[in-house]
T-cell receptor
Framework: AQKITQTQPGMFVQEKEAVTLDCTYD???????LFWYKQPSSGEMIFLIY??????QNATEGRYSLNFQKARKSANLVISASQLGDSAMYFC?????????????FGIGTKLQVIP | EAQVTQNPRYLITVTGKKLTVTCSQN?????MSWYRQDPGLGLRQIYY???????DKGDVPEGYKVSRKEKRNFPLILESPSPNQTSLYFC??????????????FGPGTRLTVT
């Protein structure tokens, strides 16, 4: 069974607008961590934001925030005030006890394009 | 500068010719891992290592070998490459694992083509 699901292969957003990238996950363990990474066209992978399963508040890092809905098993990334440099692939990932927290599962990614 | 380096960055080889992709990190990280990235499949974990001489299989280990003789290095070995191993490979490291924000630092990637 797929552990991480990203259902939006591609998204467009107008510059300066906000955009939400969806991520749902599947685990039966109560302790897990969720990550978002960005991959620009240059290819490198950049860590953006982390949410732990016991965190009471949604994670925020600058213009990035996580809409964490535990009961729905979703961890959507919200990018506010989109910039042209936000155009990239975005990957959701999870680390959970099933692999001793050493296995990391990634989704297939969402390609975001910011339109001027 | 804290970084993960991989070499080579690009490699074109032929079926069956053994190759090694090197990975090195200068952050004294405990954990290292290899991934392959394929269109439509995202990143899939090949092998990971929690410490020197401790390695374990990820989700797609077939056709690959790794070793961790030193903390900083984690080479990926393809003993007999096949065309289905054509992919973009990433090495990553993190300070640890467990329940916490142990984000991974990624190398620049190695684009491998096997003909």
């Amino acid at each position: 069974a797929q552990k991480i699901t990203q259902t939006q292969p591609g998204m467009f957003v107008q510059e300066k607008e906000a955009v939400t990238l969806d991520c749902t996950y599947d685990t039966s363990d109560p302790s897990y961590g969720l990550f978002w990474y960005k991959q620009p066209s240059s290819g490198e992978m950049i860590f953006l934001i982390y949410q732990g399963s016991y965190d009471q508040q949604n994670a925020t890092e600058g213009r990035y925030s996580l809409n964490f809905q535990k009961a729905r098993k979703s961890a959507n990334l919200v990018i506010s005030a989109s910039q042209l440099g936000d155009s990239a692939m975005y990957f959701c990932a999870m680390r959970d006890p099933s692999g001793g927290y050493q296995k990391v599962t990634f989704g297939i990614g969402t390609k975001l394009q910011v339109i001027p | 500068e804290a970084q993960v380096t991989q070499n080579p960055r690009y490699l074109i080889t032929v079926t069956g010719k053994k190759l090694t992709v090197t990975c090195s990190q200068n952050m004294n990280h405990e954990y290292m891992s290899w991934y392959r990235q394929d269109p439509g499949l995202g990143l899939r974990q090949i092998y990971y290592s929690m410490n020197v001489e401790v390695t374990d299989k990820g989700d797609v280990p077939e056709g690959y070998k790794v070793s961790r003789k030193e903390k900083r290095n984690f080479p990926l070995i393809l003993e007999s490459p096949s065309p289905n191993q054509t992919s973009l490979y990433f090495c990553a490291s993190s300070a640890g694992t467990g329940f916490g924000v142990y984000e991974q630092y990624f190398g620049p990637g190695t684009r491998l083509t096997v003909t």
